[in-house]
């Protein structure tokens, strides 16, 4: 009995401590529990910011969040599309989110941007600094092969919330900053005219109820063409409408009982008609004679002949 009982203990043993173990296929440090950022088409209303008018209207949106982030990529129009699209990048989030937001980018970071949005065009960065609503921005300039200028321009907006808000609302608010990248080509612009792009550049005011519906916006994402799985759906043919059923006869209640109309024409039932039909072959009825009419007789004009015309 006593061998028995230290078999099963032994087994119970080693069976638990193949349970408890770590199994290194199911668990590494390596994998990262993270869904990947989805981009979506937004409609041009929700952009979180413009250029000027003379910079086209804005052709698309598209746009990825993440907690108290928000990334845009506002596309216009291009007249050369072998050049690349002329894109404003735009990425809102609090300023402690990373250095990126609140200091200006290292002159390494900007050669290597613009050597991915301008590979053959070569660019010179400006000594002189732009301004605008927002601040201070950096720009470089260049000429591509075909022709036209090109501009990338930088800037970093510290403070991008309300500017109505004071006092205690000021301080209690949350703070949001922008991190701003301009690519823009175009073949008969000079290259006073693109800065005047980044001059004119205006940034939404952002709060959490802007942050909330830049995020709805994904929610409503406009498509600028069908898709292959809706080009592909078969039209269904039209059929005719099914007949409604009749609602089933109400009965009537205690108010809705007809009642007795006083002085109402009689009418006759038909085991009534039988006898009146045999009383009229005994006493036939005798019509009386209607009273002779007046005939009223109506003599028509005289019409003159030619002889008597002259009397």
Not at 248 to 266: E, L, Q, S, T
Not at 277 to 289: D, H, N, R, Y
């Amino acid at each position: 009995m006593i061998p028995r009982l230290l078999a099963m203990m032994a087994l119970a043993l080693a069976t638990t401590g193949c349970a408890t173990g770590d199994d290194p296929a199911m668990f590494t440090s390596s994998i990262k529990p993270v869904a990947p950022t989805l981009i979506a088409d937004v409609s041009p209303e929700f952009a979180a910011a413009y250029l000027p008018q003379v910079a086209g209207r804005v052709e698309s949106i598209r746009q990825s969040s993440k907690h108290d982030q928000i990334f845009q990529s506002i596309l216009y129009p291009n007249a050369g599309y072998g050049d690349g699209e002329n894109e404003l990048k735009v990425s809102i989030a609090p300023p402690s989110t990373g250095s990126s937001y609140y200091q200006a980018p290292t002159q390494r970071q900007l050669v290597s941007e613009m050597r991915t949005a301008l590979p053959d065009v070569n660019m010179r960065i400006s000594n002189a600094v732009g301004q605008n609503p927002h601040g201070p921005f950096g720009f470089a300039t260049g000429q591509p092969a075909a022709g036209g200028s090109c501009i990338f321009a930088w800037q970093t907006a510290a403070d991008i919330g309300r500017s109505d808000q004071t006092g205690f609302g000021r301080l209690m608010r949350k703070s949001y900053a922008a991190k701003v990248r301009l690519r823009y080509c175009h073949p008969t612009m000079s290259e006073g005219a693109l800065i005047s792009l980044m001059s004119g550049l205006r940034i939404r005011e952002v709060s959490d109820t802007t942050m909330e519906m830049l995020r709805f916006a994904e929610g409503s994402g406009v498509t600028a063409q069908p898709s292959y799985a809706e080009e592909r759906v078969q039209a269904r043919p039209v059929t005719a409408p099914a007949k409604l059923a009749a609602a089933p006869a109400r009965k009537p209640a205690g108010d809705d009982i007809a009642m007795p109309v006083r002085n109402a024409p009689r009418v006759v039932k038909p085991g009534e008609l039988a006898g009146y039909s045999g009383a009229q072959k005994s006493k036939p009825v005798v019509l009386a004679e209607a009273a002779p009419q007046s005939q009223t007789i109506v003599k028509a004009p005289v019409i003159p002949l030619p002889g008597d015309l002259d009397r």
